[in-house]
């Protein structure tokens, strides 16, 4: 199993933009692909061989990627900022959260 690694170059609002990836066993041209996708664990670099492993172990192929601002692809500094990109704040406790359930309570 091969593995491959660079960056994909994009444009995003008018800048140029660098993401980091890894394409696990890209010669299994007919296996499905696995998208892995983060949110707690960050980049590529946090995943570490488990990626690998389970391709291996299943015969699959595998995308790993840092979104901006993570990993080695373009820091989100020099990026523009998006709005509505935030959670809203909490509500106070008690009363019903944004998304419709009880707000947690402290």
């Not at 670099?45 to 015969?59: I, V």
């Not at 406790?93 to 707000?103: E, N, Y």
Request: charged share 20%; hydrophobic share 30%; proline share 12%.
């Amino acid at each position: 199993m091969s593995t491959e690694s660079g960056f994909a170059a994009i444009q995003w609002r008018g800048k140029d933009v660098r993401i980091e990836y890894v394409r696990i066993a890209p010669e299994r041209t007919h296996a499905p692909l696995l998208v892995f996708l983060h949110e707690g664990l960050g980049s590529v670099s946090m995943w570490k061989d488990f990626p690998e492993r389970l391709c291996d172990a299943g015969g699959f192929r595998g995308l790993v990627f840092s979104r901006p601002g993570y990993g080695r692809s373009t820091p989100r500094d020099t990026m523009t900022p998006t709005l509505g990109t935030s959670c809203p704040p909490c509500p106070p406790r008690g009363r019903v959260s944004p998304w419709g359930g009880p707000a947690a309570k402290p």
